[in-house]
């Protein structure tokens, strides 16, 4: 929250609950959005009217409301910003927040990244944007497809590694942080090669 505020109510979410984007989380009541909101109410054509408003973070769907009624609620309803998982949910009805409270803390596991070590030895081979299959133990016969986002600069000196950051797509959250996790990251140059097998060649 960016004002001063007391929590009237709290919808059923809490931590490990998905949420999506303009879901309602809780009704809030602020002194200082109410004057903005009526101050917003009261000159809307004025741009700083509405950029006070905006500048404590409120969602898009309070100014729309008041344009459609004509007056200012005396609670605002406050959704999630984005679509998630819960991590926190720190408020409970009749709670008073300050600015800079966290409130929810709610995180996109739509993409997420799996962090692999690469030995030394194997470092020039590989570079960003190439393809990358990952695989985990909890699902060992599954493959998920990835790329190569970063490559760190730092290598470990005890372990001679070097970290790379794989950003893989998870529609349906298989993945969650903290898994063990295997790559395999194709560094071949993608162009055919001649071979035959050892037992052929004839000295």
């Known amino acids: 929250m960016r004002a001063e505020a007391f929590i ?31 101050q917003y109410l009261s000159s809307p054509s004025l741009p700083g009217s509405a950029q006070r408003l905006l500048n404590f973070a409120v969602p898009q769907q309070l100014l729309k409301e008041i344009e459609r009624t004509k007056q200012v609620p005396i609670t605002f309803t406050w959704t999630a910003p984005r679509d998630g998982i819960v991590l926190e949910r720190n408020v409970v009805e009749g709670m008073r927040v300050m600015p800079g409270d966290v409130l929810f803390r709610i995180a996109d596991h739509s993409v ?3 962090l692999v070590d690469v030995p030394e030895a194997q470092l020039a081979g590989v570079s960003e944007n190439q393809p990358v299959v990952v695989r985990v133990r909890s699902y060992p016969e599954q493959r998920f497809p990835g790329r190569v986002a970063l490559v760190y600069p730092h290598l470990n000196p005890s372990t001679r590694t070097v970290r790379v950051r794989i950003e893989l797509q998870n529609p349906d959250f298989l993945l969650r942080p903290d898994m063990y996790a295997e790559a395999e990251i194709d560094i071949g140059s993608g162009q055919p090669t001649l071979s035959v097998p050892v037992s052929a060649v004839i000295d």
């Open 8 to 38: 009237e109510s709290v919808e059923n979410v809490t931590t490990g609950s998905e949420v999506r984007k303009d879901q309602k989380l809780m009704q809030v009541y602020s002194p200082a959005i109410a004057s903005a909101a009526a």
């Open 112 to 114: 997420v990244w799996a």
